[in-house]
T-cell receptor
Framework: EPEVTQTPSHQVTQMGQEVILRCVPISNHLYFYWYRQILGQKVEFLVS????????KSEIFDDQFSVERPDGSNFTLKIRSTKLEDSAMYFC?????????????FGPGTRLTVT | RKEVEQDPGPFNVPEGATVAFNCTYS??????FFWYRQDCRKEPKLLMS???SGNEDGRFTAQLNRASQYISLLIRDSKLSDSATYLC?????????FGAGTRLFVKA
């Protein structure tokens, strides 16, 4: 069964450094998403991406964040100048084109630790 | 009012019990509704989509009431393996909102 994959599974970085989190969505999916989940808190929407551009972003997704689909398979989240409060689990998700299905499938996540 | 609100839980039930989860949402323009389950430190996994007509998948039944902006999930004959956090998820446009989740503990 096809699945969303994410790398790395765990990233440790120092405050102020840049990190790139990588995702490979399911191959026939056209909508891509990033979410974060701070330990013990709920899953929070960051951004959605379709047709090589951002469709919607939350107030969390400020200038510190950017997304890119550099090739036909990868979808990346870049966090510039990381802060301690960026420590969280970051999930990528994808779905097929609607309206037949809006179901999103999640990757296993990248645990980001900022020290 | 929170965009998506769930019972705070946790629910502690014996094996074989029936347990009901409730969820309300604030945006009447919301388009799609789902229940996900999340195990500790794992990704959310889709349990089922929720339709106004109601839908059932084995021991799981989901229902949507658009007029009341209310979503429910019923688990019958609960198993130990049902222990997890159940997440109510609502989408509108390209944005997805998760509820905080309701933790379920099923005990032998």
């Amino acid at each position: 069964e096809p699945e969303v994959t994410q790398t790395p599974s765990h990233q440790v970085t120092q405050m102020g450094q840049e990190v790139i989190l990588r995702c490979v969505p399911i191959s026939n999916h056209l909508y891509f998403y990033w979410y974060r989940q701070i330990l013990g808190q709920k899953v929070e929407f960051l951004v959605s991406f379709y047709n090589n551009e951002i469709s919607e972003k939350s107030e969390i997704f400020d200038d510190q964040f950017s997304v890119e689909r550099p090739d036909g398979s990868n979808f990346t989240l870049k966090i510039r100048s990381t802060k301690l409060e960026d420590s969280a689990m970051y999930f990528c998700a994808s779905r097929v084109q609607g309206p037949l299905s809006y179901e999103q499938y999640f990757g296993p996540g990248t645990r980001l630790t900022v020290t | 009012r929170k965009e998506v609100e769930q019972d705070p839980g946790p629910f502690n039930v014996p094996e074989g019990a029936t347990v009901a989860f409730n969820c309300t949402y604030s945006n009447s323009a919301s388009q799609s509704f789902f229940w996900y389950r999340q195990d500790c430190r794992k990704e959310p996994k889709l349990l089922m989509s929720v339709y106004s007509s109601g839908n059932e998948d084995g021991r799981f039944t989901a229902q949507l009431n658009r007029a009341s902006q209310y979503i429910s999930l019923l688990i019958r004959d609960s198993k130990l393996s049902d222990s997890a956090t159940y997440l109510c998820v609502v989408t509108g446009g390209f944005k997805t909102i998760f509820g905080a989740g309701t933790r379920l503990f099923v005990k032998a």
